[in-house]
């Protein structure tokens, strides 16, 4: 709605004629007009359109016998251009003023370090809070999601090598080599209970208690050796320090009460790197920040795409269509949550979802606007349009992309609504 608004407002302005806006897509639920133009909300909640009068026209005799102004194509070149770009303006500055609300109201953080975890690569390195992090693997940080962003796409068994800025000023490299340690934990994943008292197994590594697995998918957990769930941080540990002795787990399988006796299994855990960032609610480096942010995503979206074209990245994993956006939005809705929190996750999602469609719809792929004003450059190169041959086949080409990928953010929107 943000993006098409964008369209509508400066169309109106630079002198389009409107024939249509529609707020949703499908069936007309009730329209309505006013100063010559149709205003429409439709019943498929997705989405909005704008229609200005002779877009749609490909017959170039009849655009020339008509003489009106208003009509798409016989408006300025530059002024098509605006209309079209100002549809991704939109979502960009709103997606600004979502993260400056946000940061403003909740806070934020800043790539400067304001705390460093004892035992960690960072402690190690000799790293000390105040320095800011001025570049990471050379990529640029001037946020804490770039800082993210160089810690998600680089892998942990590789050193990270980070510019530092020190309190007095002086830069320096910084490298943060990896190491492992020795843990030990029952080789499964869990499902907690709702009152956090106790915990219910997904899954079971045929590996755990050395290869002979004894605990079972459906397995309530409720204590080992005697700690209570519930008593998280004691569970724990007592499962840690256990080596390869014993350990009793209390469980409920099949409604029974059960006592079994394994013996955790030993991983080699990478040592974490052990960097917090400070936080702030200043207003006027807020505003820096909210365009900092945004820019920042649009990097990790570019980088993205490019790990999904060499394989780096699956598809399932990153890409998600309407029915995804829907269910992460309300499970924010849905959760038992203070009211600021779902109103900060809320802000985020927004803020990501402007930015993002944005930046997507200035890619130069059929249909999206960064096609059109690519079209407009190559007509004003020309002198003249292209042939309707040519943009029909254009256009045949993108939607069929465009189908593509839809069909493909449904089906893993589906496939993670079933669990598979």
Do not use: C
Not at 142 to 147: E, G, K, P
């Amino acid at each position: 709605i943000v993006h098409e608004l964008g369209h509508y407002l400066t169309g109106r302005k630079l002198g389009f004629e409107i024939e249509e806006f529609s707020i949703f897509m499908g069936p007309v639920l009730f329209s309505w007009r006013r100063n010559n133009i149709k205003y429409s909300l439709k019943l498929l909640p997705i989405g909005a359109s704008v229609r200005f009068a002779g877009e749609y026209d490909d017959d170039h005799d009849l655009k020339k016998k008509n003489d009106n102004p208003g009509y798409f194509y016989n408006r300025p070149k530059w002024a098509r251009a605006i209309v079209i770009s100002t549809g991704p303006a939109l979502n960009l500055l709103s997606g600004v003023l979502a993260f400056l609300i946000m940061f403003s109201s909740f806070g934020y953080t800043l790539p400067v370090i304001g705390e460093i975890a004892d035992n960690t690569l960072a402690a190690a390195a000799d790293l000390e809070v105040g320095d800011r992090i001025l570049r990471a693997n050379d990529q640029p940080i001037r946020t804490t999601l770039d800082y993210s962003g160089a810690e998600m796409f680089s892998s942990v068994d590789e050193p990270m090598t980070l510019l530092v800025r020190r309190s007095s000023g002086e830069k320096e490299t910084v490298v943060l080599e990896p190491e492992w340690r020795e843990s030990y934990r029952l080789g499964i994943t869990i499902q907690m209970s709702q009152d956090q008292t106790s915990a219910v197994v997904n899954e079971v590594d045929p590996e755990s208690n050395q290869g002979q697995p004894v605990l079972q998918p459906g397995d309530t957990l409720l204590a080992v050796n005697g700690v209570p769930f519930e008593e998280t941080a004691r569970f724990n540990e007592e499962i840690a320090q256990s080596g390869h002795q014993p350990l009793e787990i209390d469980i409920v399988r099949d409604g029974e009460h059960k006592t079994v006796t394994m013996t955790a299994s030993q991983y080699l855990d990478p040592v974490p790197r052990g960097i917090y960032f400070e936080s702030s609610q200043a207003f006027i480096p807020a505003v820096g920040q909210a365009f900092q942010w945004s820019w920042s995503i649009v990097k990790v979206t570019v980088r993205s795409i490019g790990m999904l074209f060499s394989g780096a990245l699956r598809p399932q994993d990153t890409l998600a269509g309407p029915v995804g956006v829907v269910t992460m939005i309300s499970d924010v809705v849905g959760q038992e949550q203070p009211l600021s929190e779902k109103v900060f996750q809320l802000l985020w999602m927004f803020a990501l979802i402007s930015v993002s469609l944005g930046f997507m719809n200035l890619l130069p792929i059929p249909p999206l606007d960064g096609n059109h004003l690519i079209l407009i450059g190559v007509e004003a190169i020309r002198g003249k349009r292209l042939s309707v041959r040519t943009q029909n086949l254009i256009g045949i080409i993108g939607f069929a992309l465009i189908i593509m990928l839809a069909l493909a953010g449904l089906t893993f929107d589906l496939l993670r609504l079933t669990g598979r």
